[in-house]
């Protein structure tokens, strides 16, 4: 069972076999300023049996609650809504899934925390992406597979989460060391192209998810990111993750699993629910 990273000649190698038959191999390409990017770069070419997973139309519910409240840019959907999508791309309870975008794993980490959020811990995301797919002249097609009805449920959760209270009661009480994945400018409210405020939650730390990665687009050795994590982390039990939307907080969470500090929670919201309400404090 795969749980955090899987190679490419592994998966090539597995797909190919008769084990790959109970895999379930989702493509969650994406760009934050072009909604179509991911489904247009899936048309030209993906990996074999792989189908497209939307990140604002299936891995994110409406930034609006019921009551007219703001939620962030990509909140969770209700667990049993996201169960169906799960039964509908075909996973069953003991299916292997495998997910991949072409941005380091940006997109793909907060597709393999939602399974584990929902219990389902066979899942691992592909090292490298499609980029080290393609260079390393795997098989891409544009054939679009079809996918029986799963019977994936929801099980105990692998993973915590905390939300905007549980954040600003610990700006007071620093229980917890609080981790935010956005690049640096973005930290510190100097680029407001995605941002709609600028800036970062007070006492928030900055590590930027793409500081996990080697200049491949692999993610460094365990022994690597254990070092940097632990320099700046000293008990990831005592930890939360955010970004700008809860989705490449789960980058870091991620590699905190690859670097065996498994542990941290993941704040959903992040900080387009935070900055949403004029009257959280704002660090820059």
């Not at 969770?76 to 309870?93: A, H, M, S, Y």
């Not at 930290?187 to 998810?209: C, K, Q, W």
Request: glycine share 10%; aromatic share 8%.
């Amino acid at each position: 069972m795969y749980t955090t990273l899987i190679s490419a000649t592994d998966l090539a190698s597995q797909l190919s076999g008769d084990a790959g038959r109970n895999w379930i191999v989702l493509d969650c390409r994406h760009d934050l300023m072009n909604s179509d990017a991911g489904q247009t770069a899936y048309d030209v070419g993906h990996l074999p049996g792989a189908q497209f997973v939307h990140l604002d139309q299936r891995l994110s519910a409406p930034k609006l609650s019921a009551d007219g409240v703001f939620r962030g840019r990509h909140p969770l959907p209700e667990k049993e809504v996201f169960i169906q999508t799960l039964r509908d791309l075909g996973i069953n309870q003991d299916s292997q899934v495998i997910v991949y975008d072409a941005q380091g794993g940006m997109f793909a980490a907060r597709l393999w925390w939602m399974l584990r959020w929902v219990g389902h811990a066979a899942v691992a995301v592909l090292d490298g992406g499609f980029p080290l797919w393609t260079a390393q002249q795997l098989p891409v097609t544009t054939e679009l597979p079809s996918a029986r009805q799963g019977n994936i449920s929801i099980q105990p959760s692998l993973v915590g989460q905390v939300n905007a209270g549980q954040v600003l009661a610990n700006i007071d009480t620093r229980e917890c060391t609080l981790i935010d994945a956005r690049a640096a400018d973005r930290y510190r409210g100097e680029n407001e192209t995605i941002d709609s405020v600028g800036g970062h939650i007070p006492g928030a730390l900055n590590r930027f998810f793409k500081d996990n990665l080697q200049a491949d687009g692999r993610f460094k050795t365990a022994t690597e990111l254990q070092a940097e994590w632990q320099a700046i982390l000293p008990n990831p039990a005592k930890a939360i993750m955010q970004c700008g939307s809860g989705v490449t907080a789960c980058h870091n969470l991620l590699a905190l699993e690859v670097a065996g500090l498994p542990g941290a929670a993941l704040y959903p919201g992040s900080w387009s629910e935070w900055c949403a309400d004029a009257a959280r404090p704002v660090a820059r």
